[in-house]
């Protein structure tokens, strides 16, 4: 189930490196295998040149296709990945539809029959021709069903300079996704939030006992502007308690690349009334530091794990 929604393409053999795009960097980070060990080998993040993504879901992303190839091959090179290299490709959360759709919605016989009820069901929601669409889900242990849609014309771009660089992307997925999934493969099951803030967007997702029961994702000044990022995450915490009847979340996870993790934690705290934690990502000067924030995403996409 779990590769079921983090795959977009099905690829043979895991990956030993993880290209994650930001809206204004590259960060790769590179696996070595010690005997039947795995480790963390190398991570690096080059900021691009001003303006050379905008992010969006309807329209292709690269506006200076010239400059993000530059500076894909440059962090490549740095963190020593080598031609031909599988590789996961973690894209920023606005470029695809996020979706949870009641379990008892999709009733199915098989995958296939699943995937047709789901793109039928996402029809209306979705700001492009779902035909066009890339679509992933799997069900969460209560039956509930978490779908991601992108347009590939949206996606396609970015996977043909993965290869025009050498890079076979085997793996395509979002980083709010990836995060959720490694958070909730690593921890007990509970009621809890996860923030992921980046530069221009942030995504929130609530989970109650396990399961995911919400997902949004926030660009502009609703994610730019803290106040505004503060007033989401009320929302929400009030959704759950009315809405849901949850008492008290066990904890707000947080991913922060735009705004300093410690005033993140100051200002979750606030608005939730619960413990917040930053997640760290063990990629090597990592921790929760700025690389680890950076490389959060990359570095769950080849775990399966937060720190």
Known sequence: MRD???RLFLDPEPPTAAIEIRPRAIGVVRLVRRGQAVGFGAAASLALPEGTLNLGMTEPNLANPTAFRDTLRAVVERAGVLGGA????????PVARIAVIPGDEVKARNAAEALDLIRFRLKKALPFDVKDARVAF????SGQVIAVAGLAAVLDPYEAECRAVGLEPGLVELCGVTLLEAVEASRPAADRLLVNWD??????FLVKAGAVVLARTLTGSAASEPAQVLREVENTVVYYRERLDGSSLA?????????????????LGSATGAPVEVLESATPGGGAGALGQE???AAASLLGRVA
């Open 199 to 204: 530069e221009g967007y942030v995504s929130i």
């Open 4 to 6: 079921a929604l983090r």
């Open 86 to 93: 599988r590789a996961a490709l973690v894209l920023p959360d």
């Open 251 to 267: 904890s707000v996870l947080v991913r922060s690349a735009a705004v300093p993790p410690a005033d993140v934690v100051r200002l």
């Open 138 to 141: 799997r069900r969460d242990p």
């Open 295 to 297: 490389l959060a995403g």
